[in-house]
């Protein structure tokens, strides 16, 4: 498995950007499918994005389409989560995660679909 490092979060002004990064270490992650999860207080871990190890395919929660765009950076070992337009709503802890695969067009949304996870980067959003 992989290790995952979160980093970039912090206080943001609504209608901001931020972005994160999530860094892998121990294996090639170049073959992950990897995507972020966010946790707000007294809620559920929830789907964010996905992006599929050859960067074929992405998806997002329908909360943050149009806002948020994830990529990738293979040879840097590193998935990044670019958040526009920032609403209170979208302050939450994010998670990175990431699955082994050899597929490049299933898109993974399941926590239970993801292998290997970060620790998460706390992301507050002020109004």
């Known amino acids: 498995q992989v290790q995952l490092v979160e980093s970039g979060g912090g206080l943001v002004q609504a209608g901001g950007s931020v972005r994160l990064s999530c860094t892998a270490s121990g294996r090639t992650f170049s073959r992950y499918a990897t995507g972020w999860f966010r946790q707000a207080p007294g809620r559920e871990r929830e789907f964010v994005a996905v992006i599929t190890w050859n960067v074929e395919r992405t998806y997002y929660a329908d909360s943050v389409k149009g806002r948020f765009t994830i990529s990738r950076d293979n040879a840097k070992n590193t998935v990044y989560l670019q958040m526009n337009s920032l609403k209170p709503e979208d302050t939450a802890v994010y998670y990175c995660?990431?699955?082994?695969?050899?597929?490049?067009?299933?898109?993974?949304?399941?926590?239970?679909?993801?292998?290997?996870w970060g620790q998460g980067t706390q992301v507050t959003i002020s109004s």
């Open positions: 995660a990431a699955r082994a695969t050899s597929d490049s067009y299933i898109v993974y949304i399941r926590e239970t679909d993801f292998h290997s």
